[in-house]
């Protein structure tokens, strides 16, 4: 975990620093056989703590992302409609209000993408940039209409930083030329 976080691994050496000179107090002042796990549940618990703090006061880009995109689907095609995207699109599911969703295949490539999309029918397509292929990207965009993009403006610090949202084969012209609905 730590080699795949560098800045975590740096506020941990500080952490470290300060148990180390923390241990050497105790060295002098504890009974030695102690040392060794009171060392360790000092770093636990430290970790513990700033991990906890860090995630009640972050705010997560992708996740309030999702609920965007799900709230667009809602105001513009309203409420129960039939989703397809990777298995990460559930949120975006929920916001917009449908129990009807499907994961489309991670193991295609683009041309399997579309006819699974085109077997299945659904009103909605949603497609998270780093989930799928440059491929599947490019082959879905060109067989649907875009409806909506979406971005963090984070493109390199979060995993999903850009989002489509394409009217599926099941979406009725009707539906698309509608007013939104609020």
């Avoid at 972050?58 to 709230?71: I, N, T």
């Avoid at 499907?102 to 999309?117: K, R, T």
């Avoid at 963090?152 to 939104?180: D, I």
Wanted: with cysteine; proline share 5%.
């Amino acid at each position: 975990v730590l080699l795949g976080s560098p800045v975590a691994a740096l506020g941990l050496l500080d952490l470290s620093r300060r148990v180390a000179v923390v241990t050497a107090w105790l060295r002098r002042a504890a009974a030695p056989r102690l040392l060794q796990p009171l060392a360790a549940l000092m770093v636990l618990a430290a970790a513990v703590v700033l991990g906890l703090s860090d995630s009640l006061t972050s705010v997560d880009d992708s996740r309030l992302m999702k609920a965007q995109v799900g709230r667009y689907v809602l105001d513009a095609l309203g409420p129960d409609r039939a989703i397809a995207g990777v298995r990460t699109t559930g949120l975006s599911a929920y916001y917009a209000r449908t129990r009807r969703f499907a994961v489309l295949p991670s193991d295609g490539n683009g041309q399997s993408v579309v006819a699974w999309i085109e077997s299945q029918r659904p009103d909605v397509v949603i497609l998270w940039r780093s989930d799928v292929s440059a491929e599947t990207w490019d082959q879905v965009g060109r067989r649907l209409r875009c409806l909506q993009t979406f971005s963090t403006g984070r493109p390199r610090r979060h995993h999903y930083s850009e989002a489509a949202v394409f009217a599926g084969p099941g979406t009725a012209a009707a539906a698309l030329e509608a007013p939104p609905r609020r």
